[in-house]
Structure formats: C-alpha cells, structure tokens
C-alpha cells in the first residue's frame, strides 16, 4: 500500500475547483433483488452535493439504497457511481464515505474513543493521527466527556451520536447515514442538523433517511421519495411539487378582510378551493397556476387590501409524502 | 453555533500499509481474549506438559543421568517421531478446548449487533474480516501448539548437535504442518458455531460437541458396516492419520493419509462455505 499518494488522490473532491460540474451520485437503472423480492427496481437518480434525505415507508428500500451506495450489496442490473468511484472499487469507495447504519452497532466493551480509533486504523491511519482525528470527531458530537467510558454505558443518544462520530472522523467526502437523527435531544438534533450543513455547504454528500417528515423538511436541499422499491420523485422539494399537477398548490393568505379578498379570487379560474379562517383573518386558498395566484394577489393588494402574508402549506415533505406515497 | 468554526484539515499525510491494517482487528480481539481468565489459566495449564517434554529432551540429552536404568528403558525414552507424536496429541486437546473458549466471542457478537456493515464500510473485505478472524483463532493457539513443539524441536537440536537436526528436521517440519492443519480445521469449526449460533455459550458448546459427535458417527458406521472409511468422518482420526505419515509414526488401521487430508479438505471446504454464507454485510430476505 502506497502511503501519501494514495491519500492526496482520494483527498481530492474532484471536478468542482477545475469550473467542472460537481460530483453526484449517479445510479442508472439500478435494479436489486433478494430471490424473489423486489428491493430496488431500475431506479435512477442523479444526486448532487448537498442534504439528500430518502424518504419512504418501512421497506420502502431506503436501506437497500443505501446499502447500494455504501458497496454492501451490489446492484442485480444498472450502474451506480459515488462521486466518479464504482461501489465496486471498496478501497476507493470507503475512503470517501462515512457510513452509519442505523443499528446499534459500536460494541459495548469499547470506550467510545476506542471505537473511533480502532475504525480510524481499518482506514490506514497511523496511531496519533488516528487518536487525534477521534478527538476532533468526538468534540464535535460532544463527546469527550464521554469518551473513555465505556459504550455500553452511553445513553441510547449518545450511542447515535458515536456512530455519527465513526462516520464522520475520517472526513469523507460522502456521509450516508441511516436515521441519524434518531434518539437524539432537541439541542443535540440541532447541532447535527448543523454540522450536516456545514458538511454540504463543503460541496460534500450527505445523504440520510429519516422518518421525520418535518426534520427533512427543515435539512433537506433535495428529497427522494420511494415506495415499493420505486422512485416516486427526486429532486428539490418545491420542484418536485410543481410536478405534482393532480393536487393544486395551498397557500395560507393572512388579510385583514379576508372575505373580500375570497371573494376577488373565486373570480380567478385558477382558483379552485377556498377556505376562510374562523377569525376571517386569513383563508387557505388551492390554485392550479402559482404564478397567476402571484399575480392576482398583487393586484388585489394594489387595490387596497391589506395582505398580511402568504405562505405554501403544502411545499414540504408531508405533502409530497400524501400525495405521492399516501395513497400506496 | 460553533462547528461553522472548526472544520476539518484535509489529510493529506501517510497511510499504514494493507498489513497493519489487517492486523488491527487480530490485535484488539487478542488484547480483549487475553483479558479472560479462564483462557489465561488454560494457555498457562497447556504450558505444562511442553515443559515436562522439556525436561525429557533434557534427560536423554544427558547420559549420565540415566546410568543405573535398565538399557532396554534407555533405549525406548527417544526424542523421535513418537515423542513428537504424544507431545501433539496433549496439546492439541488443549488445542481444542481454548478454541472452544475463544472462537464463539468471534463472530457471534458482530451478527447479532449488525455490526458487519460497520467492518465493510472500511477498506476491509469480507474476505480480509473472515481471515482476521481465522488469525486470532491460529495465532492464539499457535502459542499453545507448534510454538512450544518448535522450541522443543530447537532444545533437541541445541543439546544434539546439528547430526540430530539433518537427521531430523522433517520431524520439525511435519510437527508445525501437522499443527497448523489441526488449528485450521479448529479454527474454522469455531467460527462456523459461532456464525451460526449467536448465543456464545451454545457456540462454544457445538464447537466440542462437533468433534465428538462426528468421532461417535464414524465408529458406529464402522461398526455397523464393517469398514473404516468411517473414520474420515472423524477429522481428529484423519488429522491424527496425517500426522502419523508427517512424523514417520505407524499410523493406525484405516484410510491412508491422502484419503484422509482429502477429506479434511472437504470438511473444511464445507466449513468455508457456512462462513462465506453467513458473512453477508446485510441480512437478505428471500
């Protein structure tokens, strides 16, 4: 094994510093089957940097994906590329990802520090620099008070948040972490949530699954939802809306006189439902033309009432969620 | 919030080689094996018997000290291929039992924790996971087995002379071949218990019974069908035929060597295989 070539090669984030597009993740008609049972079916995506979360029911085939990127399994049809690295190429491969599954897996007779470092050296890394990367990655999960107890003594947050420093402590370019965020505290959550962006604001992946619709609302650059081993939609969550035709687009209208202004829009063809706030402060309006409904509020406002604030209801994974997947 | 401050110096240093990668895992799990008392006290317990043939080497090395025995009993108290052969026979059941001890703790936690993804998302393939394994098993038994047999070797040939070590060094030769073979079917007997039992004490218990079991098999075909192929259902008589041929030693009635090394072979063939289907980073549903 060579030493620093091999690191500097594959410490380099590739296309993006030479005005080249950005590195994905790339899975073209990827298929995967246990025997008989559909795990994933010729799905494609083309993912770019940033927070991606797979969203989906149980078996869905989130952690099939997953597995997928990370090289576990390999795909029965299609082609997968992780920033440029087939998952077929391990040693490539792990060097750029961080991977956390979403069992409990770090050994309990371990302190977590031993843990990280003993992962640190399946890397390659020499003793001090591995012992001094745990540190870092503890420190930034908040663990260093805990470090040299033993594992089996966390706290089931403190045991995600040790699985979270695993993946992290080697500085992959590629993060893939199954239900991260489970089991942490509000203020822990947060400072994940943080770290994860400080991650994609890097040009960095960071691709998670999360039952929490309103958490990957909040994280997320960029959604896939699956269902049955399908894709159902991929891409920004306000594009992936607009996609969706059959269900017209809601918006809260907060107005002062807010029959008048109902009134004004039943008089938009675009405007299909309207729905007044008890208080009449406000009304919950479904359009099939966003632009139009831009346009038709502006007017109104210009005529002299007072439009407090709109805002989508339905631009979020919730949505997306009932509308795409609801119905399975 | 503050991890917008730190951030991370990409690396751009040195990397350890393939091997002292591999031998991360052996390190830890001798390191945690070695905690045990139980192991400790039988690794010291094994001890006993080399040292004894230790003191045997010594004694028919000095001829002044067996003057006043009968020449017939000096004559029969040789460093030879039977000496050799007895010393293995002792050790190799300690063998057997620090196997039993050590190798369910292997596997059987890692399945039972999903831990495997953890192992596989490093430079480390299931092959290199199921050979760290198989190491821990081979080194620490080494240590009981051809270790001491090779030092034994060495005192004879130390109080000998070199004539003793070109008359004799395929005894050395055969002793550690013949040990390396009975910790390799051991080894790979424990791992596959501990595969595919995740209860540790269960494992340890398949791992003894599976030499039993498969002897007590052997000689009841043998016995009911009048034959001795029987015997290569047993691997500690196919084991101890192979020995016998490496050390020059009458070896008992039964299959020959070859026979028996072939179907040693496919034993641990088989055993591979139960590894190989096991080790899987994820659990497949069909």
Known sequence: MTGSASAEGYGETGGQANGQRPPAVVFEEVSKFYGEVLGVNRVTLNIPPGITSLVGPNGSGKTTLMNLMTGLIHPDHGRILMRGISPRDPEALMRITGYATQYDTAPRWATGFTFITTGLRLFGYGRSEAEERAWKALERLGLTDAANRKVGAYSKGMRQRVRLAQAIAHDPELLVLDEPLNGLDPLVRAETIDLFRAWAAAGKHVILSSHVLQEVDIISDQVVLIANGMIMAEGAIRDVRDEIEEHPSQYFVHCQDASAVAARLFGEDHVTEIRLNEDRMGMLVMTRDRERFARALGLIALDGHRIDGVMPADENVDALYEYLIGGE | ?286
């Open chain 2, 1 to 286: 919030m503050a991890v917008y401050k730190r951030g991370y110096r990409r690396y751009r240093g040195s990397l350890t080689g393939r091997w002292a990668r591999f031998m991360v895992l052996p390190r830890h799990a001798w390191g945690r094996l070695y905690q045990q008392r139980l192991v400790i006290l039988l690794t010291m317990l094994a001890m006993v018997w080399p040292v004894l043939c230790a003191g045997f080497i010594y004694l028919t090395n000095h001829a002044e000290l067996l003057q006043g025995l009968e020449q017939e009993f000096r004559q029969f108290i040789q460093v030879d291929g039977r000496f050799f052969s007895i010393f293995m026979y002792v050790q190799a059941g300690f063998a057997v039992f620090l196997a039993a001890l050590a190798g369910p703790g292997l596997l059987a936690p890692d399945l039972a924790n999903n831990a495997l993804p953890l192992y596989f998302s490093r430079p480390l393939s299931r092959w290199n996971y199921a050979l760290a394994r198989l190491m821990v098993l081979v080194g620490m038994l080494s240590v009981v087995t051809w270790v001491p047999g090779l030092l034994l070797f060495g005192l004879q040939v130390g109080l000998a002379g070199g004539w003793w070590f070109r008359a004799n060094w395929t005894l050395g030769a055969g002793m550690v071949a013949g040990f390396l073979l009975w910790l390799l079917v051991l080894s790979l007997v424990a791992m596959a218990s501990s595969a595919y039992v995740k209860w540790r004490v269960v494992a340890a218990g398949i791992s003894l019974a599976f030499f039993f079991i498969l002897s007590g098999v052997a000689a009841m075909i043998n016995g009911v069908f009048r034959v001795t192929w029987g015997h290569l259902l047993d691997p500690a008589w196919s084991v101890n035929q192979v020995w016998c041929a490496l050390l020059g030693v009458e070896p008992p009635d039964g299959p020959g060597a070859w026979t028996s090394a072939l179907a040693l072979a496919v034993l641990m063939l088989l055993l591979a295989v139960v590894i190989e289907r096991k080790l899987r980073p994820v659990e497949v549903v069909t």
